[in-house]
């Protein structure tokens, strides 16, 4: 099913609250369509900020440059998911991320360096240590991965995903009873007006997305059943010869 088109979302809530509904939203010089472009972006905005939904799911992959040991995060990142940065090239979970604390020890303690790699965030970069080719030259490019979350909610008519809209034939990622609930509700808190059941209409589609948006893990109550072949239950106690 087609994503619906921004201005849809903005012309029902237009109707919804007695309004004109507005022939275009965006590059439109009236004022109430104008506000209702910018209250959709601050509702879409807000939501993003809201959850981890799984529509903002991203992967990114790094393929590392000798000597280099800063990597740029990606334009639409916003934050991490933890525990899926991996080291593809040996097979191994990174550690991190680091506190400035210990990454100062690690970069100048005694004895800092494992066999793994470790990593930060600082700023727009994905900080690696220890830095490739750091003691060995040239250094063997390795391919790190990692899971996050992206701020970009929007999606262009080509499918292309972009900050905010900006065009009245955009869609969005977030359901559109959500869209138009938050929009009127902005609206209304914008004009000062009473805001009650529209905060309450608004509330009730945004725990209805967030109990929609995924699943969750089966947790069992019942034991697991476990057969070592060697353990605790099936070794006699005694003393037993090295040789």
């Not at 879409?44 to 900020?49: H, I, N, Q, S, T």
């Not at 097979?91 to 793994?116: A, V």
């Not at 970069?125 to 060995?136: K, L, N, T």
């Amino acid at each position: 099913m087609a994503a619906t088109p921004v201005l849809e979302l903005i012309r029902t809530a237009a109707s919804e609250m007695g309004l004109l509904p507005p022939v275009a939203a965006f590059n439109n010089n009236e004022l109430t369509a104008t506000q209702l472009g910018a209250l959709l972006n601050a509702t879409g905005e807000m939501l993003v900020k809201r959850r981890a939904w799984r529509m903002l799911f991203r992967e990114h992959t790094i393929t590392t440059v000798d000597g280099v040991g800063t990597y740029p995060l990606p334009e639409d990142y916003a934050r991490p998911i933890m525990q899926t940065e991996w080291d593809r090239t040996n097979f191994w979970p990174m550690i991190g991320p680091e506190t400035n604390q210990q990454w100062q020890w690690l970069k100048s303690g005694i004895l800092s360096t494992g066999p793994r790699e470790r990593f930060r965030l600082v700023g727009n970069v994905f900080e690696v240590w220890p830095i490739p080719g750091q003691g060995s030259t040239p250094a063997t490019p390795l391919t790190f991965n990692y899971y996050y979350v992206g701020k970009w909610w929007v999606q262009d008519a080509a499918g292309n995903y972009k900050p905010k809209a900006t065009k009245d034939d955009d869609t969005c990622i977030f359901d559109d009873r959500l869209m138009v609930s938050g929009i009127k509700l902005r609206f209304f808190q914008a004009k000062q007006f009473d805001t009650t059941s529209f905060a309450d209409e608004f509330q009730s589609n945004l725990d209805d997305a967030l109990a929609q948006d995924g699943g969750g893990a089966i947790l069992s109550l019942a034991r697991q059943p476990q057969f070592p072949l060697i353990g605790i239950y099936n070794i006699p106690d005694g003393n037993w010869p090295t040789s």
